[in-house]
């Protein structure tokens, strides 16, 4: 089974940087696991849940939400299954909880898809 764990949150001035990581635990083989996919997940106070960037795992294949495109990066360390979010260029409309989120089948920018997540860690981008 895969656990999920955030980090890397905090407060940053609106222009400034933060990278995330999800460490991922319990079986890491994506072969043996299933896991097809991976995302990182923005919930902001008030709106809803909004996936900010899919990696396919074992791919190159990457997906963005327009809102985050050219600024925010995902990648993953295949040697441990490690996600990571590099955020330049933070935007005030960019705080809120970030999740990270895995999934075996069905569409990667459907939330629905994704069956284990973690916690969440918080960013706040002051202005």
């Known amino acids: 089974q895969v656990r999920l764990m955030e980090s890397g949150g905090g407060s940053v001035q609106a222009g400034g940087s933060l990278t995330l990581t999800c460490t991922v635990s319990?079986?890491?083989?994506?072969?043996?696991?299933?896991?097809?996919?991976m995302a990182w997940f923005r919930q902001a106070p008030g709106k809803k849940r909004e996936v900010v960037a899919v990696?396919?795992?074992?791919?190159?294949?990457?997906r963005y939400a327009d809102s985050v495109r050219g600024r925010f990066n995902v990648s993953r360390d295949n040697a441990d299954g490690t996600l990571y979010l590099q955020m330049t260029n933070l935007k005030a409309d960019d705080t809120g909880t970030y999740l990270c989120?895995?999934?075996?089948?069905?569409?990667?920018?459907?939330?629905?898809?994704?069956?284990?997540w973690g916690q969440g860690t918080q960013v706040t981008v002051l202005p």
């Open positions: 990696q396919v795992v074992l791919s190159t294949i990457t």
């Open positions: 319990g079986d890491t083989n994506p072969n043996t696991n299933g896991v097809h996919f």
């Open positions: 989120a895995s999934g075996r089948t069905g569409q990667w920018l459907d939330e629905k898809s994704y069956r284990v």
